[in-house]
């Protein structure tokens, strides 16, 4: 029904909720029927003298409701709500971890659409997918992952890269190699909490080195060098998760150049390097010779997505390496790295890089709207912020307070690698939540900032 055009002018809801429940109602009448192609977006927006957007985020309301369905290079039809069984449970909601840092999730109705042509194009192929395959990806894998890192300005060997099942079996497999139990490793007194992990079922010690506005201090990582022997040096240089700092490019030179003096290996986990359209230069191409390059898909394509791309230091290390991963994963998901090459090939990938980069970009700016200021430590391309919590809150009375949000905040204890924990929190500004519900957590935030926690309590 190309000429389909619901009246708006009765709904007092936003226009995009008013497009969904006029779809609702006109199937629920018989204006609409299983199989009518509506309007197409740009069409419909046009005729209801509303923006794109608006008309998108109505669709993308009635895919929800199982109400419509789209079809790669058809359109958009009335689907068919198949009857449940007698007694049968409708499907739970899938859970989300709100703790853990997330990109914004995408609800562009055409990017959704490219997406799932993806899904449909690998899935062409799904019986060899099935199999088990070499380890560190096919030569079509390794030539997305040259694509993809070649916008880090990295052009390793092919023989150099691997493809991971996600970061974290790549810094498993890394520093199994590197050290063994006792051994120490340095990383950012506030760090990520995987290296923790990592490090402590390793048997490892792990010694956070104190930092400043650019990075880790240099002449600190030197003494520690002296000190300690380390085997490695952990770092998450680009909008490091919690603090969202960006080690400086000076810094970063200085940083190889002590490394180089006592021939440290660095451990880059660049989980955020892909987010800034110009970024600082990655340690793999300061001191490509001392760097463990870890390119996670996590952050900027998507959290579901366990892939990542791995550049070793040199053709010497690439078969240490694979055993250790071999023993630890097998191999990656072929289906799921398959989706990543086909995403890169036909532009999905950037499309959905440029698309986080935009919503993180609007989140921050709620940020910056409804906070105090002063008290966070942000960037605007990041997915959280690094909340320093005034002297009237300690950090677990803060947690426990919002916990009846939508939003994720985690006390400083799960990221400090050296001295007591501050009282500082983490709060995730991505994921599933829209900028509605992000912005109503943001204000319940500030509000209890302002006050002392005994009066804040008052208005759970």
């Not at 080195?209 to 380390?230: F, N, Q, R, S, Y």
């Not at 989706?339 to 935009?358: K, P, Q």
């Not at 009282?423 to 519900?437: F, K, S, T, Y």
Request: net charge positive; proline share 8%; aromatic share 6%.
């Amino acid at each position: 029904m190309a000429d389909w055009t619901p009246d708006l002018a009765t709904s007092d809801k936003p226009r995009y909720l008013a497009i969904a429940d006029a779809i609702a109602d006109d199937i629920g009448a018989g204006r609409l029927a299983v199989g009518d192609r509506l309007p197409p977006q740009r069409k419909l927006a046009k005729r209801l003298d509303v923006d794109f957007t608006t008309v998108a985020r109505g669709y993308v309301e009635a895919q929800k409701r199982g109400l419509i369905e789209s079809k790669v290079g058809q359109g958009t039809f009335v689907r068919n709500r198949p009857k449940p069984r007698r007694n049968q449970q409708p499907p739970a909601p899938r859970p989300v971890d709100l703790s853990m840092n997330l990109p914004p999730e995408p609800d562009d109705p055409d990017l959704i659409e490219r997406m799932q042509a993806g899904v449909e194009y690998v899935s062409r192929d799904i019986v060899s997918l099935l199999r088990y395959q070499g380890l560190g990806g096919t030569q079509a894998d390794k030539d997305a992952a040259s694509s993809w890192l070649g916008r880090r300005a990295l052009v390793p060997a092919q023989e150099r890269i691997f493809v991971s099942p996600g970061a974290h079996p790549a810094l498993l497999a890394i520093l199994t190699i590197l050290a063994k139990p006792g051994d120490a490793v340095l990383c950012e007194a506030i760090t990520y909490p995987g290296i923790r992990s990592i490090t402590a079922q390793l048997g490892l010690r792990l010694i956070g080195l104190p930092m400043d506005a650019e990075g880790i201090d240099v002449d600190a990582l030197a003494d520690a060098c002296k000190k300690t022997k380390p085997k490695a040096l952990y770092l998450n240089p680009t909008l490091q998760n919690p603090t969202t700092l960006t080690i400086s490019d000076q810094r970063r030179r200085d940083i190889a150049a002590v490394a180089r003096r006592f021939k440290l290996p660095i451990v880059e986990d660049d989980a955020y390097g892909f987010i800034p359209t110009h970024g600082h230069a990655p340690f793999a191409a300061i001191a490509p010779d001392l760097t463990w390059h870890v390119a996670g898909l996590a952050k900027c394509i998507g959290a579901g997505l366990r892939a990542a791309y791995v550049v070793v230091p040199d053709t010497r290390s690439t078969w240490p390496f694979a055993a250790a991963l071999r023993a630890a994963t097998v191999m990656a998901s072929p289906f799921t790295v398959a989706l990543v090459t086909r995403w890169i090939e036909d532009g999905t990938a950037d499309t959905l890089l440029r698309f986080i980069r935009s919503e993180t970009t609007a989140r921050q700016k709620l940020v910056s709207e409804i906070l105090p200021k002063g008290i966070y430590k942000s960037d605007p391309l990041s997915f959280n912020i690094w909340v320093e919590l005034p002297s009237l809150w300690n950090r677990a009375a803060f947690v426990g307070h919002m916990r009846s949000t939508t939003i994720g905040v985690v006390a400083s204890d799960a990221f400090t690698a050296a001295g007591p924990p501050p009282e500082a929190v983490r709060v995730c500004l991505g994921g599933p939540i829209g900028r509605p519900r992000l912005a109503a957590g943001l204000e319940y935030m500030a509000h209890a900032l302002e006050e002392a926690p005994e009066l804040a309590s008052a208005f759970l």
